[in-house]
């Protein structure tokens, strides 16, 4: 019940400040002429949420000065701080999971939290590489990962709506130099993987072309793009299977360079509910390696069908969400989401979920 009318007030309070400030927006020129400052005290009470940023994911720091949240990413209201200074202030104070289990950062738990503070723990692998998370049982008040349950959810990628107006057909996006049938990416080549498993009945059947560190064939990342663009098919093959857990292989070598996926990971429905069901082929689709061999051979020469994987572009740009600071600004749009008491007495069990 509290919690109930506690959200309606926000909500309430959010409309109406939105009214405001519409109005405020469209009353600006003569506004201007009269006094500034009422109309800016008002604006300016909007509360700001902050979030501390205990240490950097693999201590790489990135600027946070002037207001990043807003100038950069468009989200208001949003406070990112890196200095531990802040901690008394701060409404979120984030954990990187990685910093913590291979011993270089501690939780500050000798520090008296504020009593509205929430800790995050963050982590963008799959739980065959978090570690034991029994140490931080009862620390933690919010998730963030690219699991889609995670209080904070931060993708790897994400399709997002765009209207680029009549007269593009389909072929105007699908790069024009295709000549490799099936190309992959590895730098972790590890034989009890299953998608090695996968790999090595496939290149019996078509010619797979690899590259990556594991075959000495690094790529940069212009020469990335240009490779794989010429592939019509990218093995966008997950290191573990697990729930969600869809990487920046098929947003970005798959989606974004622009090869159609060929998916091992988790099971279909969950790559549907992030991407339309006919943009993508998964290896569980067919019964045998044999037949998705013979599957992605027929479809490179037809080119009508082959084209019709590239249907969502007419609809969607994909795109990376690659930069910490853009992952940390999202939490600030969540926080009326938030119960006002929750903690995490098993990380372990709710990875598992
Ligand atoms: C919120 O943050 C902005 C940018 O730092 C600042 O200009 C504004 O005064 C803050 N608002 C409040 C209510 O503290
Ligand atoms: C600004 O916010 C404070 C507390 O957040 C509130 O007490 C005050 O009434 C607000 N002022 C205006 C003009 O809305
Ligand atoms: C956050 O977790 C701590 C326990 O570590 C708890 O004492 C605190 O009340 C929680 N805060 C919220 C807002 O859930």
């Known amino acids: 019940m509290d919690f109930c009318c506690h959200r309606w007030t926000l909500l309430a ?53 002037g207001n990043v949240c807003s100038e950069m990413f468009g989200i208001p209201n949003c406070i990112l701080v890196d200095d531990r200074s802040s901690f008394s202030q701060a409404d979120f104070v984030v954990f990187h999971n990685r910093g913590l289990i291979n011993g270089q950062q501690r939780l500050p738990v000798h520090l008296t939290r504020p009593q509205k503070q929430r800790w ?54 699908i790069p024009k130099d295709k000549s490799s049938l099936a190309c992959w990416v590895v ?33 940069n990342d212009k020469t990335l793009r240009s490779t794989i663009s010429r592939c019509y098919f990218y093995l966008s093959f997950e290191n573990s299977i697990s729930t969600d857990y869809i990487t920046e292989k098929f947003w970005y070598n798959a989606f974004m360079i622009g090869a159609v996926p060929v998916v ?44 019709s994987y590239f249907n969502w572009r007419l609809k969607y740009t994909a795109k990376r969400l690659a930069d910490w600071r853009e992952r940390f600004c999202r939490i600030c749009p969540k926080v009326s989401s938030f119960q006002t008491q929750k903690v995490y007495d098993d990380l372990d069990a709710w990875e598992r979920k």
């Open 187 to 219: 730098s972790n080549y590890d034989p009890h993987h299953k998608r090695t498993e996968v790999y090595n009945k496939l290149k019996t059947i078509i010619p797979v072309d690899v590259y990556g560190g594991a075959v000495n064939k690094r790529l």
């Open 120 to 173: 995050v723990w963050t982590s963008l692998e799959s739980p065959a590489h978090n570690g034991n998370l029994k140490p931080f049982a009862g620390h933690f008040n919010c998730t963030m990962s690219y699991r889609l349950n995670a209080d904070i959810t931060i993708p790897y990628g994400m399709l997002v709506p765009q209207d680029f107006g009549t007269g593009l057909t389909v072929e105007d996006f």
């Open 13 to 65: 309070a959010s409309l109406a400040c939105l009214t405001l400030f519409g109005s405020l927006l469209t009353m600006w020129p003569s506004l201007r002429k009269m006094s500034q400052r009422p109309a800016l005290q008002v604006i300016n009470n909007i509360t700001n949420t902050t979030v501390l940023v205990w240490y950097w994911p693999f201590a790489s720091s990135s600027s946070v000065g």
């Open 264 to 307: 091992l990971g988790p099971p279909r429905e969950q790559y549907e509910a992030v991407a339309p069901k006919d943009s993508f082929i998964h290896v569980d689709d067919f019964r045998s390696i044999e037949e998705l061999g013979e599957f992605l051979r027929k479809l490179a020469k037809d080119k009508q069908r082959y084209a």
